[in-house]
């Protein structure tokens, strides 16, 4: 460790517990130390920043480390979770049960408004006086965007408005620019938290020795492990949940008391699991329950691959369903002027290159789908389905069914007299599989493949 | 149902027993199927409350991300039928597991808000029943509405039954029950909603054993498609795959139709009408033994003679004893009763027109015959079919749902799929025989090793045989076990086709020993012993056929059994809304059964409604109609009708009660879906069908 922690406000054998829980962050928690200021200051007005806005990716910390920073150094602090606050009644009733105690949220009317919170948080803040900052952590705090357009520029100079040592913390992962409204607001500080490197990562790891067996070997095994992985993932919780997966397999030539082996051959043991577990278990197509089972019956039946969750794309649809699914397919793909040439009789010939429009000659695969109108998806499903079918009411339902199977999407309001429009949102191969079921060549009839 | 009123009430109390019958079979159908992927399920959520994280050690505890336990149940697309199988899966979890099961649909969780209300009142509110003491449990209200909420309300749970003095029903059950969270339908639900469920959910997975159902009705592969990779990386995901409906169907169909346990049979028109719902609309059993109650419902609200399709023998007898003479007379009028009547001799038919006492005999005679054909009629029917699916390309069809609406349909040994069907059975084994002729000059040095092949390969043919006469065998064993077979009808009426099987069983036994003596005697002159096996075989099951397999049509009093009209279930079924609206609006009259509507063209008749007459001009019309327009072709038809002058002044002009009533017109057509108002121009509509120019 490079740096240390170092504060004149703190004991400094406090400090050094404290950097220790955080490898890797130091320099950072120092910083927002000496921005949270003396502990025991008795303080005036605005001498601390109002707001502080901390960024950086998934799991480098962030939370780790202020949270780290304000329970062990014993600050007043609430800390919310955007997601969890459906409403913002939610929120202040957390913030001010956390910093005044219980019998404070219940001052809230219903469904409280901005000035609510401030007014109660006004009339509190003296009975409970504090010498020290109060923080407000606000987690994924890009969510805030989502929620009242106010919310955010008055919580970045809360300080301001209910007159008291507070300062809000805000969380994201993404940039602040992101945030800025339309009208301006307070610029909070900012601070970035970088990636781990690999060799912080490996450094971090490494400290969850398993009981059992030696650092040495603990150690090597996340070297094996951030090789294989590092160039996907950089995730320090997904690392830790495989490393926890893949552990005891590494140990079994160990455990099987073969003696001493070195760290090659144990690589040459695990590699090709690793491998195998970074296409199924870290893209949870199989679920780390199912890996375990895996590993430990490996040996009895070494071929049989275990099915992800993807293996199982087949679906099963009425007979009619199918042909909407291709019809509405077709008529995502193709452009409506070429129907007249798949679905008529005695279309003559229609050169490719001369019949269409600039724009159209680009693949309409590379496009994505277009919207169609409900009634052109029913003529092509009449001409392509090979008996005569009445249009009943079921068949109506089983476009509405395709709808919340998800299969067809709806676009915009569900006005039925307004022409409803839809896309189709399977893929090619999706299609292919069903229209083979049926005898259907749906190639044939798609513009990009002529 | 015209007639007396003890007849009709007798007909529905036989209906609803019978459906009683049928309803009950279902149900227990239905667990059955469900048993085996609800107890994989509940044995899931079982391990997952003991935990991995106490099964584990302390370090892999420790280590291990904690991953939300979750099981993805696939069930198929007929969300229909998906209700019965959540419900049965709320209630064993409530029995055996845990109390805490909330099921969830999507259209009840359109916010984050909702879903999580739903989720706590489902939770707490059921407790709140149970206990029985609502007040200590205020119900959850707005903005409380939060997993910490729920938190507190479970660790106040826990505590309370972990207290002595509180004791639990069951002694097995967890000191922390579960918290069981069923999505019915995942792919309904707002992807967003969920994602930020997961994520609240994985903040308090320490302190709640929370767990996961995803109901998913296409393909797991939906789940990657909903939740992102931060968001599924939180879940520990396990698959369930539930039987697939068609195969379900079949299972239905076997112990609904394909057995003779239940007098009414719909015929095959009927039962095609009923299949091909189900596999071209919306493959759901629920809709399909809803049909089949439609059927079951309007037999015996329809055909008087219902009251002899009874369950029972002794209820059949009694109920022909008490039929009326109007019943007896309706019996004469039937027309499979008429077609036996004139086969019979001048004075037996003498006897059956005029004497009711002989009439009733007869009929008991022949309603006994009935049920008779029908015993025979199963096991034939599914010897044919085990014979028959494993032919290359099956002729006679791979379900053997698809075999009986053949022999319902008329004589399934005429047929070409039949009689191919019967030259592959006899190719089938010749191209083998072919093979080893091949092989014959090789073997005839070593004429052991030929026997040897020649004896394995008899033996395969044999094997074939008795397997089918095994199920045959059984059928009819099932069959004379029955309760409802009396002892002497068996020895008496049921004689004569037992008696032809037994007969040829003893054959195929000979032949058996025939082939032993071959073996013994080792003559090279073998292959027409085969052939006559062969042969004789295939003339066993083409007579069981021919005797067996007739139509039901051909047999006198069918009609008292088979329910026919297919178009009016078809119609029931099936609607056609956008067809009847049509059919209302271009003939009224065949709606109105008005006289003065009907127009020799076809056409619509200037006293229609007015709404069909604007409908009938806006058909005249192209994409764009003018309004103004329109309503000068509507009083100009609305004038004629009132037998105006057509050279008056006052013919065709528009006035405020015309002006008013096209209106109407217009609005009600609107309302139909037929037009509506467009931004292109201000006086025109837009046309939403299509036609026109």
Excluded at chain 1, 312 to 328: D, G, N, Q, R, T
Excluded at chain 2, 222 to 228: E, F, G
Excluded at chain 2, 473 to 488: G, I, L, Q, T, Y
């Amino acid at each position: 460790m490079t740096a240390s922690l170092q504060h004149p406000g703190y004991d400094p054998e406090r400090l050094l517990c404290v950097a220790e829980k955080m490898p890797c962050r130091v320099s950072q928690a120092g910083t927002l130390l000496s921005l949270m200021g003396e502990r025991l200051q008795i303080s005036s007005m605005n001498e601390f920043y109002p707001s502080i806005f901390l960024y950086g990716h998934r799991s480098t910390g962030k939370s780790h480390v202020i949270n780290t920073l304000l329970m062990d150094l014993e600050l007043p602090h609430a800390t919310v979770s955007c997601v969890e606050c459906v409403s913002v009644g939610l929120m202040f009733e957390r913030v001010l049960l956390a910093l005044f105690g219980p019998d404070t949220s219940t001052l809230l009317p219903r469904s409280p408004s901005l000035s609510d919170f401030v007014r109660i948080y006004r009339q509190q803040a003296p009975l409970s006086p504090a010498n020290q900052t109060r923080y407000i952590v606000i987690e994924k705090a890009e969510l805030l965007r989502d929620m009242d357009s106010n919310l955010l520029p008055v919580l970045v100079r809360l300080q301001e408005l209910v007159d008291d040592n507070v300062t809000v913390i805000l969380l994201s992962e993404i940039v602040w620019d992101r945030f800025r409204p339309n009208t301006g607001c307070f610029e909070p500080l900012i601070l970035y938290f970088p990636d781990y490197s690999k060799g912080d990562l490996q450094q971090i790891l490494s400290q969850d020795i398993h009981p059992s067996y030696s650092p040495e070997l603990y150690s090597a095994f996340i070297n094996i492990l951030l090789g294989v992985f590092y160039s996907v993932c950089r995730d320090l919780r997904e690392l830790r949940h495989l490393a926890a997966l893949n552990f005891s397999k590494f140990c079994e030539p160990l455990k099987e008391g073969k003696g001493r082996i070195d760290t090659h051959k144990l690589w040459r043991n695990i590699e090709p699991h690793l491998k195998k577990a970074m296409q199924t278990v870290y893209l949870r197509d199989v679920s780390s329950v199912q890996w375990e089972q895996q590993l430990q019956q490996t040996e009895e039946k070494e071929c049989a691959a275990l099915k992800g969750l993807s293996a199982h794309a087949h679906v099963e649809l009425p007979y009619y369903s199918k042909f909407l699914l291709i019809a509405a397919y077709l008529a995502s793909y193709n452009p409506a002027r070429t129907d007249r040439r798949f679905f008529l009789k005695h279309h003559g010939k229609i050169k490719k290159t001369n019949f269409l429009k600039k724009h159209e000659k680009t693949s309409n695969h590379l496009l994505g789908p277009k919207p169609f109108p409900l009634d052109r998806l029913l003529a092509i499903f009449y001409s392509v389905v090979d008996s005569r079918v009445a249009p009943s009411a079921s068949v109506f339902s089983q476009i509405s069914s395709l709808v919340t199977l998800q299969l067809l999407t709806q676009l915009g309001h569900d006005d039925q007299l307004d022409a409803p429009k839809y896309k189709c949102a399977v893929a090619l191969d999706f299609i292919r599989a069903i229209s083979r079921t049926v005898n259907f060549d749906i190639v044939k009839y798609l513009y990009d493949f002529l | 149902g015209c007639d007396g009123g003890e007849d009709s009430s007798l007909r529905y109390t036989l209906c609803k027993k019978l459906w009683d019958t049928i309803k009950e079979e279902t149900e227990s159908l239905q667990d059955e199927l469900n048993r085996q992927i609800l107890e994989g399920l509940l044995h899931f959520i079982k391990r997952c409350c003991s935990g991995p994280r106490h099964t584990a050690g302390p370090w892999e505890a420790r280590m291990r991300a904690s991953e939300i336990p979750t099981a993805a149940l696939v069930l198929g697309v007929n969300v229909p039928d998906h209700d019965m199988t959540f419900q049965s899966l709320c209630e064993l979890l409530q029995q055996s597991v845990t109390p805490h099961v909330a099921c969830l649909q999507a259209k009840e969780c359109g916010a984050l808000k909702s879903l999580m209300r739903k989720v706590l009142e489902r939770l707490v509110g059921s407790a709140a029943e149970d206990e029985e003491e609502g007040d200590t449990h205020p119900h959850p209200k707005g903005a409380h509405c939060t997993l910490a909420t729920l938190c507190e309300w479970y660790e106040t749970k826990s505590k309370k039954s972990s207290t002595p003095g509180k004791k639990r029903s069951s002694e097995e059950e967890p000191a922390r029950p579960p918290i069981v969270i069923i999505f019915k339908d995942l792919e309904a639900f707002n992807p967003r909603v969920l994602q930020d469920f997961i994520l609240i959910c994985s903040r308090y997975v320490e302190q709640l054993p929370l767990i996961l159902v995803f109901g998913i009705a296409t393909s797991p592969s939906t789940i990657q498609q909903v939740l992102p990779h931060s968001v599924s990386s939180l879940l520990c995901i396990e698959l369930f795959q539930s039987l697939s409906c068609t195969q379900h169907l079949s299972t239905v169909m076997d112990k609904l139709i394909l057995t003779h346990y239940f007098p009414f049979k719909p015929n095959a028109k009927v039962l095609q009408v009923l299949v091909s719902i189900f596999l071209y609309h919306d493959f759901s059993v629920r809709n399909f033994i809803k049909g089949l109650k439609l059927a079951l419902l309007e037999h015996y609200l329809n055909q008087p003679l219902s009251v002899l399709c009874c369950e029972k023998k002794e209820e059949v007898e009694l109920n022909t004893t008490q039929l009326s003479h109007r019943g007896l007379e309706s019996v004469r009028q039937l027309a499979s009763f008429r077609r036996y009547v004139e086969q019979q001799q001048p004075q037996e038919q003498v006897a059956l027109l005029t004497s009711d006492q002989h009439m009733k005999e007869t009929c008991k005679k022949l309603l006994k015959d009935l049920y008779k054909y029908h015993k025979n009629y199963y096991p034939v029917l599914r010897c044919l079919h085990a014979l028959t699916c494993s032919l290359p390309r099956v002729p006679l069809g791979k379900q053997i749902r698809e075999l009986h609406i053949t022999c319902l349909e008329g004589n399934v040994w005429e047929r070409e799929e039949y009689r191919s069907a019967m030259q592959l059975l006899s190719r089938h084994y010749l191209s083998k025989l072919m093979h080893i002729k091949i092989l014959c000059p090789h073997q005839v040095a070593n004429n052991d090793s030929f026997t040897f092949i020649y004896y394995h390969y008899f033996l395969n043919v044999y094997k074939k045989l008795t397997l089918i006469k095994n199920i045959f065998d059984n059928e009819r064993c099932s069959c004379f076990v029955s309760p409802e077979a009396k002892p002497e009808t068996a020895a008496n009426e049921g004689m004569t086709s037992p008696a032809k099987s037994m007969e040829k069983k003893t054959d195929l036994f000979q032949l058996q020993k025939t082939l032993l003596e071959m073996k013994e005697t080792r003559r090279t002159k073998k292959l027409s012993g085969f052939e006559i096996l062969r042969n004789e075989a295939l003339d066993f099951i083409d007579a069981l056929v021919r005797s067996h397999l007739v139509p039901p049509e051909t047999q006198p009093l069918h009609e008292v059994c088979y329910y026919s009209s297919s178009a009016l279930l078809r119609r029931h079924l099936n609607a056609t809304p956008r067809t009847s609206i049509q059919t209302a609006l271009s003939s009224p009259y065949h709606y109105l059964q008005n006289d003065a509507l009907l127009t020799e063209d076809g056409g619509v008749s200037n006293a229609a409604p007015d709404l069909c007459i604007v409908h009938k001009l806006h058909l005249e019309c192209g994409r764009l109609i003018n309004l103004y327009d329109w309503l000068e072709a509507y009083a100009t038809v609305v004038s004629a009708a009132e037998g105006k002058d057509p050279e008056s002044e006052e013919y065709g002009k528009v006035d405020e009660l015309k002006h008013a009533r096209f209106i109407q017109a217009v609005s009600e057509l609107q309302f139909l879906g037929f037009i509506k108002s467009t931004k292109q121009k201000t006086d025109h509509v837009a046309r939403l069908t299509w036609g026109g120019c």
